[in-house]
C-alpha cells in the first residue's frame, strides 16, 4: 500500500472509478481516457510499481493476472477469435511512457480499423 498511490486509492475505493471487476488480488477498472470502445485497466491491490520491480517469485500472481486480463476482454465487449482480440500492454518507467507509477495492465479492444501502434494515447 502507498498513501499517495492514486491505483492504490481506486483499489481502496477513496476515489471513484468504473470498476467491472475486484476480487482479493486484482481489480479493474474502465480508464478515464479511453483510447479505443473497450479500455480498462488491471492492477494488482498490491503496490507494484512495474515490471521492473518484478523477479520470480512474483510468477505465480503475474500468470492469474494476465489470465484475468483475457476473461476480462471477453467479458467487457472485445470479441473473440483471431478477428476480434485485444492488445495488452504494461507501460513500464519513463522511457516505457508509463505516469502512473502503480503497475497497470491495459486492456484495449473493439476498434476496427485498427489505429495506432504503440502508445494507448498516441
Ligand atoms: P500509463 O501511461 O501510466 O501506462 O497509463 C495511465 C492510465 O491511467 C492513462 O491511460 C490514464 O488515462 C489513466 N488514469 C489516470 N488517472 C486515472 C484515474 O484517476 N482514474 C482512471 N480510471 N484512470 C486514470
Ligand atoms: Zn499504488
Known sequence: MSDNCIFCKIARGEIPSKKVHEDEEFVAFH???PAAPVHLLLIPRRH?????DIGPEDAGWLGRMVTLAS????DNGCRPGPEGGFRLMANSGVE???EVPHLHFH????QRPW???MAPNA
Not at 48 to 52: E, N, T
Not at 71 to 74: E, H, I, K, P
Not at 107 to 110: A, Q, S, V, Y
Open 31 to 33: 480508464d478515464i481516457n
Open 48 to 52: 507494484v510499481v512495474s515490471l521492473q
Open 71 to 74: 476473461r476480462l476482454a471477453a
Open 96 to 98: 516505457g511512457g508509463q
Open 107 to 110: 486492456i484495449i479492444g473493439g
Open 115 to 117: 489505429k495506432g501502434r
